[in-house]
């Protein structure tokens, strides 16, 4: 089992950056792929960025894509999302997660462990 916290949050400016982390407690935090979702109010959980357990493979949502990046520090038992030039509709409480899978992973549902959420403010 492990255990996940989200950090860095904030209210932004568009065009600003945020960097979020996620620190994972437990053991084997290699052994998960590692999600970023998003939920803004009245909206659904959205996929975000994906990071398999070396960190040798991402995968964008096509709204963030060159916009975010997604990375891991094993070490750390961590995991990042820097978020550059924000829009308002990037407006949401950011939630790491971790799946104990080999395969790209981008549904919800398939993600076993989730921390509380962070949130992201971005004003126009």
């Known amino acids: 089992q492990v255990q996940l916290v989200e950090s860095g949050g904030g209210l932004v400016q568009a065009e600003g950056s945020l960097r979020l982390s996620c620190a994972a407690s437990g053991h084997t935090f290699s052994s998960y792929v590692m999600g970023w979702f998003r939920q803004a109010p009245g909206k659904e959980r959205e996929f975000v960025a994906y990071i398999n357990r070396s960190g040798s493979s991402t995968y964008y949502a096509d709204s963030v894509k060159g916009r975010f990046t997604i990375s891991r520090d094993n070490a750390k038992n961590t995991v990042y999302l820097q978020l550059n030039s924000l829009k308002p509709e990037d407006t949401a409480v950011y939630y790491c997660?971790?799946?104990?899978?080999?395969?790209?992973?981008?549904?919800?549902?398939?993600?076993?462990?989730w921390g509380q959420g962070t949130q992201v403010t971005v004003s126009s």
């Open positions: 997660a971790a799946a104990q899978r080999y395969n790209l992973v981008l549904i919800a549902t398939d993600y076993s462990y």
